[in-house]
């Protein structure tokens, strides 16, 4: 049903999963833990998928927060339960509520978790390319520090994202990253077709963790479009030519 980060389990005070697609009760093309609230799945069905995560995490299902993603840098404080019909429109939060769990919505985008165990401050990141590039990274840890985080001492974990082989961009992509990002032609291997080439997402975030001064930052190294029995995928959808797809929940919680 979860995945979990070494670094991440044994902080104290710390509850994260990394939620896969298994252990829900959504069906075909949603099979079958499903967390996706914009998708077209039985909402029933989210819901319930949505409490068990709640219910993994030690928190209620109303208190685990989500956001209205719409890949920017934009983050914001979350100070209490938020009515899913409210969601802010964001990519990340950041909070030093006990009991509120921060759960970011990917499908090979790349979910990063947060945590000061000192200060007791989380937050949660949704990096895609778009977020990755326009600074989410660095603006979540802005936020964290705003509430009394210190950088050295931020644990930041890269939950299961789009692996460089799968992930296929055409030259445009890789001319706005040369353009915006001295020195990011290394994150380009030579692709198949003529005029394009793959992006390694996962190691770009890992050169935006390090800018923003995180020291203990990793991965877990995990492709969602090469594993179809644990992960929903936007693009493997796309090749599929289907017509929706499920979203995983990636979420960090701070215990009473």
Known sequence: MHIEAPSLSGQPGIR???FTRRGGVSDGLYASLNGGLGSQD??????????????????????????????????????GPVALADRPRADAMVTRVPGIALGIATADCGPILFADPIARVIG??????????????????????????????????????????????????????????????IYFAEGDREGHAQFDLPA???????????????????????????????????????ADYGRLISAIALAF
């Open 16 to 18: 994260h999963a990394f």
């Open 42 to 79: 039985d909402a029933a069905h989210v819901a319930e998928n949505r409490r068990r995560m709640a219910e993994h995490l030690g928190v209620a299902p109303s208190h685990l927060v989500s956001l209205y993603q719409v890949h920017s840098a934009e983050v914001v404080v979350i100070d």
């Open 124 to 185: 949660a990141a949704h990096a895609g390319w778009k977020g990755a590039l326009s600074g989410v990274v660095a603006s979540t840890v802005e936020a964290m520090e705003r509430l009394g985080s210190t950088r050295k001492d931020i644990v930041a974990v890269l939950g299961p994202t789009i692996s460089q082989s799968a992930y296929e961009v055409g030259n445009d992509f890789r001319d706005r990253f040369a353009a915006e990002v001295p020195g990011s032609d």
């Open 204 to 242: 770009f975030i890992a050169r935006r963790l390090r800018e923003a001064g995180i020291e203990a930052a990793s991965c877990l190294d995990l492709c969602t479009y090469a594993d179809p029995g644990r992960f929903y995928s936007f693009r493997r959808t796309t090749h599929h030519k289907e």
